[in-house]
């Protein structure tokens, strides 16, 4: 169903961290952007379709005051909103935002640094754009930060602050089908597994909760009213997002998963897992009986990799790319 393409070449090796690579289609120029983070630098590449051009770019670790910052970064990720695209980075120190090629940080948010050093690190994981203007960021208390984007310009404001979950934020995924319809457009995720639904809006709303298993949910997707949830335990969950009915569980891998992703518009669905395997699955919704089923289409192994990261590269899941732990490349594979 997929073979293997060239690989993209990258500056660094990906650290081990969920979710460890992101992609941005820029069809009106033919480019696909990729980040991919080592330690406390993102590195960024700009590829063309046609595969002769890419060209190369490295965004360290800010912090107030001082000239290179150490502070290891968590998660890059790009936000899609309606009247612009932003380039979001997290570290132990705060949340970067940034023009979608790198070129321009518009934005610096500080996390608060206890005054004496507690057990537990401070840091920033866990980010989604949603709906028309906002972009949220999960933080290791458990705290979500909601900032209000202004079509163009640095006047980003952090307009809320919401507490519902007790453990670290792991991931955190918008509604990705594009449909108006569904009443759930965010769902967020934590380190024993509780995931949180929401309704965007000025006021964020908690629609519902869905408890864990004391097992960490490292990825999740939300899509067409389904939340797509990924365990340390090697499972995949399918729940109604505003019900919290559990569709479907699957034993999808042997080890911990790292990365889901979906292909909106084809119900495709990608997992990534230590266990050097990655999956590619078929979502099927069946409107009358409410109901969601998965199958099994596709999996290749990335001998010897430990994969962090794994995304579709077009919404209708024609290619994927694949990012693992000390690998300085980008695997990529294409539909046959």
């Known amino acids: 169903m997929y073979h293997k393409e060239k690989s993209i070449q990258i500056k660094n ?3 081990a961290l969920y979710n460890n690579l992101c992609v941005l289609r820029i069809a009106p120029r033919r480019l696909t952007y990729f980040t991919v983070v080592h330690a406390n630098v993102v590195n960024m590449v700009s590829a063309s379709w046609d595969g002769l051009n890419y060209s190369h770019r490295q965004l360290q670790s800010k912090e107030p005051n001082v000239a290179t910052s150490t ?6 990720a790009f936000c899609v909103l309606t009247s ?5 980075v997290t570290s132990q120190k705060g949340i970067q935002m940034y023009e979608s090629d790198g070129s321009i940080m518009v934005y610096w948010h500080a996390l608060e640094t206890p ?6 690190a401070v840091f920033a994981r866990g980010i989604s754009g949603v709906w028309e203007n906002y972009i949220c960021v999960g933080v290791s208390s458990g705290a979500m930060l909601v900032f209000d984007i202004p079509s163009k310009g640095s006047n980003i404001t952090l307009s809320e ?8 934020i792991t991931d955190m995924a918008s509604e990705c089908s594009g449909s108006q319809e569904c009443i759930a457009n965010l769902v967020t995720a934590d380190d024993v597994g509780n995931l949180c639904v929401w309704k965007s809006g000025e006021e964020f709303q908690l629609l519902n909760k869905i408890p864990g298993f004391d097992m960490s949910c490292s990825s999740v997707k939300l899509w067409k009213g389904t939340v797509v949830a990924g ?12 019900t919290g009915i559990l569709h479907a569980e699957v034993n999808a891998h042997a080890r911990w998963i790292y990365s889901l992703d979906i292909a909106p518009f084809s119900g495709l ?8 395997l990655v999956r590619v699955w078929h979502l099927t919704m069946t409107p009358e009986t409410n109901s969601v089923e998965i199958a099994h289409l596709h999996n290749e192994c990335v001998t010897d990799t430990q994969i962090c990261g794994a995304k579709f590269c077009d919404g209708d899941g024609y290619a994927f790319a694949v990012t693992g732990y000390d690998l300085s490349e980008i695997i990529r594979y294409v539909q046959s």
Do not use: C, F, K, N
């Not at 365990?231 to 505003?242: H, M």
């Open 13 to 15: 090796s990906a650290s």
């Open 71 to 76: 502070s290891l970064i968590m998660q890059a």
């Open 84 to 88: 612009r695209d932003l380039l979001v």
């Open 115 to 120: 005054e004496t050093p507690t057990e537990q």
């Open 161 to 168: 602050v919401l507490h519902e979950h007790s453990e670290s």
């Open 231 to 242: 365990y340390g335990t090697g499972q995949i969950r399918l729940y109604e997002a505003v």
């Open 269 to 276: 669905l990608l997992s990534a897992a230590e266990d050097s």
